[in-house]
Nanobody, 122 residues
Framework: QVQLVESGGGWVQAGGSLRLSCAAS????????MGWFRQAPGKEREFVAA????????DYADSVKGRFVISRDNAKNTVSLQMNSLKPEDTAVYYC???????????????WGQGTQVTVSS
């Protein structure tokens, strides 16, 4: 079992930045690829970014590429999402998730956090 807890969400004006963090406990954190997903009201959960177990490989949704950066610190059991140049359409609940491999499919992630709200005003 892996327990995941997100933090860092909040309200920001368009063009601003936020940094989300996800703290993991339980099984060996470095044994999991990590992903960030988001879900806006009335919409399906969508992939945002993912990072490999070592941190050497990353993947981003086209909608956030060049604006968001995913990183991890295996010594601290954390994964972060630095979000820059935020847009109103980035407003959503953001979730971190753990899986054995980097994938964009939410169905393949075994463990999920409770989510943190990000609101971007225009």
């Amino acid at each position: 079992q892996v327990q995941l807890v997100e933090s860092g969400g909040g309200w920001v004006q368009a063009g601003g930045s936020l940094r989300l963090s996800c703290a993991a406990s339980g099984r060996t954190f470095s044994g999991y690829a990590m992903g960030w997903f988001r879900q806006a009201p009335g919409k399906e959960r969508e992939f945002v970014a993912a990072i490999s177990r070592s941190g050497g490989g990353t993947d981003y949704a086209d909608s956030v590429k060049g604006r968001f950066v995913i990183s991890r610190d295996n010594a601290k059991n954390t994964v972060s999402l630095q979000m820059n140049s935020l847009k109103p359409e980035d407003t959503a609940v953001y979730y971190c998730a753990a899986n054995s491999m980097v994938t964009r499919s939410a169905k393949l992630y075994n463990y999920w956090g409770q989510g943190t709200q990000v609101t971007v005003s225009s």
